[in-house]
């Protein structure tokens, strides 16, 4: 799906700002049909945002099941005879749209956009209200799964319900991304996907453009950075050269512009959209990743879209915060833990040369209880698969072109061995290749089991591994890291012969909290955690990254071991520096070293 672009031919109006909005407690909206009539009993909330911290309401921010959201818009009545859509780019987790009362678009899955065309439904020169009812329920048949739990006791009122979540985040919900309205011609270029190559200092461009509506002449040329054209064709699909191409590198992210142009029966151009673009390449072999035939080394942090307030809403503040805190630290890279991110934020990326693992929402594929099987038609069933392989639809769609992605995460610590978990990741692996045979793929894992039980990693190209030693094993024994992660990491190549990322690792550290010897929670323990694993990693030519847990602190729901969230972060949540920046940013920024 194109991102929303405004050119000659094209506009956008945001709908950003504040929206009306209401809870739906007890589930009635729906059937008494709130979006035929302005909503009632509203309070004000803002989009694109989390609505789970912007009240005093704690049962708003545990609340289970549909809130609604409304406002109104004027569409232009120069837009009449155009085609008009209205995109959202993420509603957790399922969400149903009305305009005038008519339905226009449901979508299931959170973190990815979907759009309806409100042509015949919206009135021109004229106020218009658009109605979203926004589900967070969570299923065995949605990304991530979860259930409700529902309590028939004496300790719980009648019909008590919690919702059970499988993954350590806070399960933030509402419209957390831009809503806007597009203006088109409706004979448009629909789709554009660009694949790259080179043949020593010649870039090869694959590229085809999709149309919809009548049929449309296409032409397209491409730009360099300074607006130069550097190559051109007239047709909608084919394979154009760059002679002395740029290379999109990790640190410098050189961008080339696709132009593509659309031109009606009448010879008029109807529509245009400008595709960026980075030429590279990327390949695996069994000890090493590859980016344009030099070595790369995965080393930075994953994160998470948190902040205070807005929760997992886009801010664009933050994340320009949060990468010049990446470049600041020496971070070449990080993995979209645990869903996609914003587009923005892949834009941002893009520019920067920052290196993405970009990660579906399948975390925590895991039955709640250890007796009974994962991969079951009561649990992780065909029905969780058939979504699945949409969610990587979606996100591929999505992201297909950004230069920074170099490598699809189809999930993160599910259940690995069952040996129905084979079969269940080999067909989502399956699915991922089909859409983009260009790119690898990956599975992360946090079970400790042997090699030979973990059925998923038969089908990957690259091993992501989470591991905690000294923390959640032999807590508070910093000298056995090296030891043990040495010991389990070097059978796990013996057996796949693949290249291994630590994916995760790290420990949960209060800021300001000070002991020397180091004890867990303190900034010293940190360090020394992280010291400790690197000890190990550079003695293993295999580990081809090293990506922290995590890049700063964020929400959790609410137990004994989180106290007001996961502590974990080298920055505090506010974007401050724990000692562990300062010495991850001292290992990132000297020459990579590997012990024989």
């Known amino acids: 799906m194109l991102y929303p672009q405004e050119n000659e031919i094209r506009e956008v109006k945001d709908l950003s700002g504040v929206w009306n909005f209401r809870v739906d407690r007890h589930a009635t909206g729906r059937g008494e049909e709130w979006f035929r009539q302005p909503l009632a009993d509203t309070m004000p909330m803002p989009v694109p945002a989390s609505y789970n911290d912007l009240t005093q309401d704690i049962t708003l921010r ?86 409700i739990r529902t309590y028939d006791d004496m300790n719980h009122p009648p019909g008590y319900r919690i919702q059970e979540i499988q993954f350590d985040f806070f399960n933030y919900s509402g419209l957390s991304r831009p809503v806007v309205l597009t203006a088109t011609s409706p004979t448009r270029i629909e789709d554009i996907t660009i694949r790259t190559d080179r043949e020593g200092t010649t870039g090869i461009i694959d590229y085809a453009v999709t149309t919809a509506g009548d049929s449309a002449r296409i032409s397209v040329r491409i730009l360099d950075e300074q607006g130069h054209e550097v190559a051109s064709a007239a047709e909608a699909s084919g394979s154009l050269k760059i002679e002395n191409v740029t290379l999109w590198q990790p640190g410098k992210g050189y961008l080339y512009t696709l132009e593509a142009k659309a031109v009606g029966s009448t010879g008029a151009v109807v529509d245009i959209y400008r595709e960026t673009f980075g030429v590279r390449t990327v390949r695996v072999t069994d000890t090493q990743f590859f980016i344009n035939d030099e070595p790369f080394y995965f080393q930075g942090c994953c994160k998470h879209e948190d902040m205070d307030l807005k929760g997992r809403g886009l801010d664009h503040a933050l994340n320009i915060k949060d990468f010049n805190l990446m470049n600041w630290i020496g971070a070449n890279s990080f993995r979209t833990s645990h869903y996609p991110y914003s587009e923005e934020i892949l834009q941002l990326a893009d520019r920067a040369g920052m290196v993405i693992i970009d990660e579906s929402p399948a975390v925590g594929l895991r039955s709640e209880n250890p007796a009974e099987p ?42 690995v061995n069952e040996p129905k978990a084979g079969d269940y990741w080999g067909e989502v692996v399956a699915e991922t290749r089909r859409l983009d045979p260009t790119r690898p793929v990956t599975l992360v894992i946090g079970d400790v089991v042997k090699p030979a039980e973990c059925y998923p990693f038969q089908h990957v190209d690259v091993m992501c591994i989470n591991r905690y030693h000294s923390w959640y094993s032999d807590p508070g024994h910093l000298e056995l890291i090296e030891l043990q992660t040495v010991a389990e990491l070097t059978p796990w190549h013996e057996h796949f012969k693949k290249p291994l990322i630590i994916s995760e690792y790290g420990a949960d550290t209060i800021a300001g909290f000070h002991a020397d010897p180091p004890v867990m929670f303190s900034e010293e323990y940190q360090v020394a955690m992280l010291e400790n694993f690197h000890k190990g990693f550079d003695r293993l030519h295999f580990v081809i990254g090293e990506h922290v847990w995590n890049f700063a602190d964020f929400a959790t729901k609410q137990g004994v071991s989180r106290v007001i969230g996961n502590k974990k972060g080298v920055f505090t949540r506010q974007r401050q520096p724990k000692a562990a920046a300062h010495a991850l940013r001292k290992r990132w920024n000297e020459p990579r070293k590997k012990l024989s």
């Open 62 to 147: 545990d609340h289970i099941g549909d809130v609604w959201y409304e406002r109104t818009f004027f569409v232009p009545s120069s837009w009449r005879g155009k085609r008009v859509s209205i995109r959202f780019s993420s509603a957790e987790h399922a969400a149903v749209a009305w305009v005038n009362g008519r339905e226009v678009v449901a979508h299931k899955g959170g973190h990815l956009p979907f759009a309806a065309d409100i042509s015949d439904v919206v009135a021109y020169g004229a106020e218009n209200r658009v109605t979203v009812v926004v589900n967070n329920i969570l299923t065995w048949d949605t990304l991530p799964p979860g259930f």
């Open 374 to 415: 994962t991969y079951s038609e009561e649990r992780i069933s065909s029905r969780t698969l058939a979504h699945h392989k949409q969610v990587m639809r979606e996100l591929i769609t999505r992201d297909k072109n950004h230069p920074c992605v170099v490598m699809w995460s189809v999930g993160n610590e599910p259940i």
